[in-house]
């Protein structure tokens, strides 16, 4: 199969706000316990954290971090993870029927972040709790007065400030499995005064209001609409949440890119109805902060043993075909860059997540780690507009799918452009022409491939069966990219 791609230096996207690299990190299975904290381990360092773990979140080089949920921030008590771990309290968690020891909280997370190079996004609880729980929160994390909370986190050893600058208000509140789940009035009351006392105690911090927690919620578009009408002069992002599933098949699951790209554009012409309504200057921005594949164990917490501390809980064992959704999810992520400025894969470690490991043993790469990793370490600069000329396919919703999904990251201060391209096909490679205008003198210097034969193919603690390796570059006009294969083009500037 033949494609060409048409690339114009002029014809940009936007800027690439690297947290669209962002991660999730929550109170959920063993993402804290036996995933980013076992003070047990033969790694860990003095305030228990594991130095495998902490040393791959490195490499993927994750720029923030949202932290402490999702569904377990509807129902957490913030001061519970804070000062004295041995007067720290263990309570039920409702939304995963475990127990919560407390053994880490925002104090320890914080120093968990200094570690990982990371900042965080900080979530509140609008569940169970509210505005007055929120405004003494910043106060803890972010206050530098002479007053109680301020005060208590420097009692508690830390005389700076946190400074966190990104702040969730609540998490999928249209959800009726959300703790205090509301009406999309009840909950544009409350975030719009949550988020009012939160810029009084700190004008400096951006806020991220709910969107709907899927765009197939029964009340999306009303939802949205309704919050926006309360928040919009108050929030700078509206949050998206979606993950696929593998239903019908290979083809089918590949396209899944197209709907969430379809979802993205959905959202913001919502948001930007409420600009022209208001006839307002101010744009609403998007925060895709829950998105993954998500299916085996989708439903696992409803059959799993109750009240345990840190139960192995939605351990989604990743092959070969999500790795290939995973760089086009990313893909689509950076050719929507104008509008989507924060997006977090969910989540970073043991939980649906890139970095697996195990309880006193090792930590390994799932197989989506690697088109995160490489999104992350060579995705930065403008976003330009990619062109793409190739046959498509017809997905079971009737969607015409091209077989390449590509975009392209152009570097100039360091003389790179990048390409990141997912041959879709189950069965033909793709030669592949590339049109540089605006950028001749830039040739191909490095192409890494994610490939396996076996699309069901798994990494493991024993084997990394799914891992990049580097493409010896061909003298010939056209790139050949395999079948249903990753790949990373780089094309350098000539000396």
Known sequence: MK????????????????????????HLGRAVYGG????????????????????????????????????????????????????????????????????????????WAKRANT???MAVNLGTRGPDEARALIEYCNGETNTYYANLRRENGYEEPFGF??????????????????TAEE????????????????????????????????????????????TYDYIDYLSLHCYYGNYKGTPDFLARAEDMDRFIKE???????ERARRNSDKVINLSFDEWNIWYRTKD?????PRWLVAPPLLEEKFNFEDAL?????????????????????????????????????????????????????????????????????????????????????????????????????????IELDVSLKGLEGYTLAEHIELYCDDLKATNSKEEQRVAPRKKEISCGSSISLEKHSWNMLVFERNS
């Not at 009726?176 to 509301?182: A, E, G, R, T, V």
């Not at 959202?267 to 109805?273: E, G, N, P, Q, R």
């Not at 799918?401 to 392209?408: A, F, G, N």
């Open 3 to 26: 494609a060409k791609l048409n690339i114009n230096k002029n014809e940009i996207i936007s800027k690439i706000d690297r947290r669209i690299y962002g991660s999730f990190i929550e």
């Open 36 to 111: 980013i904290y076992e003070p047990t381990h033969d790694s860990a360092d003095e305030l228990g954290f594991r130095g495998d773990v902490l040393e791959l979140v490195r490499n993927l080089k994750v720029p923030i971090v949202r932290y402490p949920g999702g569904n377990f921030v509807s129902g957490y008590n913030w001061e519970d993870g804070i000062g004295d771990k041995s007067k720290r309290p263990r309570k039920l968690d409702l939304a995963w029927l475990s127990v919560e020891t407390n053994e880490v909280g925002i104090d320890d997370f914080q120093a």
């Open 119 to 121: 900042d965080v996004m």
């Open 165 to 182: 600058k990104l702040w969730c208000l609540g998490n999928e509140m249209d959800g009726d499995w959300q703790i205090c789940h509301k």
């Open 187 to 230: 909950y544009a009351r409350v975030a719009t005064e949550t988020a009012k006392v939160l810029r009084w105690v700190d004008p400096s911090i951006e806020l991220v209001a709910c969107g709907s927690s899927d765009h197939h919620m029964p009340t999306y578009g009303e939802w949205e609409s309704t919050v926006l009408e309360h």
């Open 267 to 273: 959202t913001a012409s919502i948001c930007d109805k």
């Open 300 to 304: 696992e917490e409803k059959t799993a």
């Open 325 to 429: 959704l995973a760089g086009c999810m990313l893909i689509t992520l950076q050719n929507n860059s104008d509008r989507v400025k924060i997006a977090c894969l969910a989540q970073l470690v043991n939980v649906i997540a890139p970095i697996m490991t195990e309880n006193g043993g090792v930590a390994w790469k799932q197989t989506i780690f690697y088109p995160y990793m490489y999104a992350s370490l060579f995705g930065n600069g403008v976003a330009l507009s990619t062109k793409a000329e190739v046959d498509a396919y017809t997905s079971a919703e009737g969607w015409n799918v091209p077989y390449l999904c590509s975009s392209t990251i152009f570097d100039e201060e360091n003389g790179r452009l990048v390409i990141f391209a997912v041959n879709r096909s189950l069965d033909d490679k």
